[in-house]
């Protein structure tokens, strides 16, 4: 079984919300909201930052998947998109708007333990990949300003690019700091004295 989660469910139907609760406790999970509406949704995912946001698409203020659109561009959630409805504009929503399970009513309890654990897991998967991009996307912003920085060495100290290189090293070591941070020295130096 997945890890204890904080799960925010959302259905306009009593019934089911008491059907969520029920079986989320009985699988080891905490409901933390049980809303009737998107409006309470948002609000409930405010308060409580869920883990897991299990909602239907029909709320009796707007789309489901409007509201899911919303509260993924505020934080990064997992979701798990529950409706009556199948029809392939409906999956193709939910697929655009990074529901990452969609369970078709009736639902039991052993729908949702795989649902579940697919959903976390993508959500992970979906996180290391985001973290690793941004990592990548640093690292060659790194990059551009110490090869700025070497050249900006190598034209005003007539040095070649591997002891422009082993200066900027030597600088950052000297003064205990990281190279990209010397290389950002440099270049803000550099582009200050520049007259245009």
């Given at each position: 079984m997945t890890q204890s989660l904080k799960i925010s469910i959302a259905d306009d139907e009593p019934r089911m919300r008491e059907f969520?609760?029920?079986?989320?406790e009985r699988l080891g999970h905490e409901v933390v909201s049980a809303a009737g509406s998107g409006r309470e949704l948002r609000q409930h995912c405010e308060?409580?930052?869920?883990?897991?946001?299990?909602?239907?698409?029909a709320m009796p203020d707007g789309d489901g998947l409007e509201i899911v659109a919303e509260l993924t561009r505020?934080?990064?959630?997992?979701v798990?998109?529950?409706?009556?409805h199948h029809s392939p504009e409906f999956i193709e929503r939910a697929r655009q708007n990074n529901v990452l399970a969609y369970l078709i009513k009736p639902i039991t309890d052993t729908d949702l333990v795989p649902a579940i654990a697919i959903a976390m897991a993508r959500f992970e998967q979906f996180q290391t990949l985001e973290q690793e991009a941004?990592?990548?996307?640093?690292?060659?912003?790194?990059?551009?300003?110490?090869?700025r920085a070497k050249g900006i060495l190598m034209t005003r100290s007539g040095l070649e690019?591997?002891?422009?290189?082993?200066?900027?090293?030597?600088?950052?070591?000297?003064?205990?700091?990281r190279l990209v941070e010397v290389?950002?020295?440099?270049v803000t130096a550099e582009d200050a004295l520049r007259i245009d």
């Amino acid at each position: 079984m997945t890890q204890s989660l904080k799960i925010s469910i959302a259905d306009d139907e009593p019934r089911m919300r008491e059907f969520f609760r029920k079986s989320l406790e009985r699988l080891g999970h905490e409901v933390v909201s049980a809303a009737g509406s998107g409006r309470e949704l948002r609000q409930h995912c405010e308060l409580h930052q869920p883990d897991l946001v299990i909602t239907d698409i029909a709320m009796p203020d707007g789309d489901g998947l409007e509201i899911v659109a919303e509260l993924t561009r505020q934080r990064p959630l997992p979701v798990i998109l529950v409706s009556a409805h199948h029809s392939p504009e409906f999956i193709e929503r939910a697929r655009q708007n990074n529901v990452l399970a969609y369970l078709i009513k009736p639902i039991t309890d052993t729908d949702l333990v795989p649902a579940i654990a697919i959903a976390m897991a993508r959500f992970e998967q979906f996180q290391t990949l985001e973290q690793e991009a941004t990592n990548l996307k640093q690292a060659l912003e790194d990059r551009k300003v110490i090869e700025r920085a070497k050249g900006i060495l190598m034209t005003r100290s007539g040095l070649e690019e591997p002891d422009a290189f082993r200066r900027l090293q030597k600088i950052a070591t000297g003064k205990s700091m990281r190279l990209v941070e010397v290389a950002q020295a440099i270049v803000t130096a550099e582009d200050a004295l520049r007259i245009d």
